[in-house]
Protein backbone atom coordinates (compact mmCIF):
# COMPACT_ATOMS: atom_id res chain seq x y z
CA UNK A 1 0.00 0.00 0.00
CA UNK A 2 1.24 3.62 -1.09
CA UNK A 3 1.80 5.69 1.64
CA UNK A 4 3.60 9.15 2.59
CA UNK A 5 5.00 9.59 5.93
CA UNK A 6 5.81 13.68 7.02
CA UNK A 7 8.20 14.34 10.35
CA UNK A 8 9.44 16.30 11.58
CA UNK A 9 7.32 19.53 12.57
CA UNK A 10 7.19 21.08 16.17
CA UNK A 11 7.25 24.21 17.86
CA UNK A 12 9.72 26.73 16.97
CA UNK A 13 10.43 30.84 17.71
CA UNK A 14 9.86 33.08 15.10
CA UNK A 15 13.13 33.28 13.27
CA UNK A 16 14.40 29.81 13.66
CA UNK A 17 14.02 26.53 11.56
CA UNK A 18 12.89 23.50 10.92
CA UNK A 19 13.35 20.07 8.23
CA UNK A 20 10.22 17.96 7.43
CA UNK A 21 10.96 14.78 5.73
CA UNK A 22 8.26 12.93 3.95
CA UNK A 23 8.88 9.08 3.91
CA UNK A 24 7.56 6.85 1.10
CA UNK A 25 6.42 3.26 1.71
CA UNK A 26 4.90 0.91 -0.31
CA UNK A 27 6.50 2.77 -3.51
CA UNK A 28 9.77 4.72 -4.56
CA UNK A 29 9.73 7.81 -4.82
CA UNK A 30 12.14 8.52 -8.02
CA UNK A 31 9.92 8.57 -10.32
CA UNK A 32 7.50 11.09 -8.68
CA UNK A 33 6.95 14.61 -8.47
CA UNK A 34 6.66 15.46 -4.46
CA UNK A 35 5.13 18.79 -3.42
CA UNK A 36 4.42 19.80 0.16
CA UNK A 37 1.31 21.73 0.71
CA UNK A 38 -0.09 22.99 3.70
CA UNK A 39 -3.40 24.29 5.80
CA UNK A 40 -3.14 26.88 8.15
CA UNK A 41 -5.87 27.11 11.06
CA UNK A 42 -8.90 28.46 9.12
CA UNK A 43 -7.39 29.22 6.09
CA UNK A 44 -7.76 27.59 2.56
CA UNK A 45 -4.92 24.94 1.47
CA UNK A 46 -1.88 26.58 0.22
CA UNK A 47 0.71 25.08 -2.13
CA UNK A 48 4.34 25.40 -0.61
CA UNK A 49 6.86 23.95 -2.73
CA UNK A 50 7.21 20.44 -4.94
CA UNK A 51 10.16 19.01 -6.45
CA UNK A 52 10.53 16.85 -9.89
CA UNK A 53 11.22 13.27 -10.08
CA UNK A 54 15.41 13.94 -10.89
CA UNK A 55 14.99 17.03 -8.68
CA UNK A 56 15.61 19.24 -11.83
CA UNK A 57 12.48 21.01 -11.22
CA UNK A 58 11.58 23.16 -8.16
CA UNK A 59 8.67 25.66 -7.15
CA UNK A 60 7.97 27.90 -4.63
CA UNK A 61 4.71 29.65 -3.78
CA UNK A 62 5.58 33.28 -3.13
CA UNK A 63 4.67 33.31 0.37
CA UNK A 64 8.01 30.74 1.30
CA UNK A 65 10.29 31.69 -1.49
CA UNK A 66 13.60 32.20 -0.88
CA UNK A 67 13.40 31.10 3.29
CA UNK A 68 12.17 27.26 2.27
CA UNK A 69 14.38 24.62 0.14
CA UNK A 70 13.07 21.09 -1.19
CA UNK A 71 15.40 19.12 -1.93
CA UNK A 72 15.09 15.09 -2.64
CA UNK A 73 17.20 11.53 -1.54
CA UNK A 74 15.78 9.46 -3.57
CA UNK A 75 18.47 6.45 -2.43
CA UNK A 76 16.23 7.07 0.80
CA UNK A 77 13.18 7.29 -0.62
CA UNK A 78 12.58 10.75 1.18
CA UNK A 79 12.36 14.11 0.09
CA UNK A 80 13.17 17.37 2.64
CA UNK A 81 11.72 20.60 3.57
CA UNK A 82 14.25 22.65 5.14
CA UNK A 83 12.34 25.40 6.37
CA UNK A 84 14.37 29.28 7.48
CA UNK A 85 13.70 32.21 8.99
CA UNK A 86 10.15 30.92 10.29
CA UNK A 87 6.90 33.10 10.78
CA UNK A 88 4.45 33.22 13.10
CA UNK A 89 2.08 32.58 9.58
CA UNK A 90 4.28 29.56 8.92
CA UNK A 91 1.99 28.01 10.95
CA UNK A 92 -0.34 25.15 9.83
CA UNK A 93 -0.26 21.25 9.37
CA UNK A 94 2.18 19.89 6.25
CA UNK A 95 1.10 17.62 3.95
CA UNK A 96 3.62 15.98 1.83
CA UNK A 97 1.98 14.58 -1.69
CA UNK A 98 1.90 13.12 -5.01
CA UNK A 99 0.31 11.79 -7.89
CA UNK A 100 1.24 9.49 -10.71
CA UNK A 101 0.24 12.42 -13.22
CA UNK A 102 1.59 15.39 -10.78
CA UNK A 103 3.74 17.70 -12.35
CA UNK A 104 5.91 20.17 -10.22
CA UNK A 105 3.96 23.91 -10.73
CA UNK A 106 1.97 24.50 -7.57
CA UNK A 107 -0.82 23.36 -8.89
CA UNK A 108 -3.50 20.63 -7.33
CA UNK A 109 -3.89 18.62 -10.69
CA UNK A 110 -2.87 14.94 -10.86
CA UNK A 111 -2.22 14.49 -6.94
CA UNK A 112 -3.97 11.85 -5.32
CA UNK A 113 -2.02 10.71 -2.77
CA UNK A 114 -1.58 12.70 0.47
CA UNK A 115 0.15 12.23 3.86
CA UNK A 116 -1.16 12.41 7.19
CA UNK A 117 0.06 15.98 7.77
CA UNK A 118 3.37 17.25 10.46
CA UNK A 119 1.93 20.13 12.46
CA UNK A 120 4.44 23.12 12.45
CA UNK A 121 3.54 25.50 15.03
CA UNK A 122 5.59 29.31 15.25
CA UNK A 123 5.17 30.94 18.08
CA UNK A 124 7.31 32.68 20.88
Known amino acids: QLQLVESGGGLVQPGGSLRLSCAAS????????IGWFRRAPGKEREGGSCISSNGGITYYADSVKGRFTISRDNAKNTVYLQMNSLKPEDTAVYYC?????????????????WGKGTVVNISS
Open 26 to 33: GFTLDRYT
Open 97 to 113: TTGTYYYCSGSLAGINY
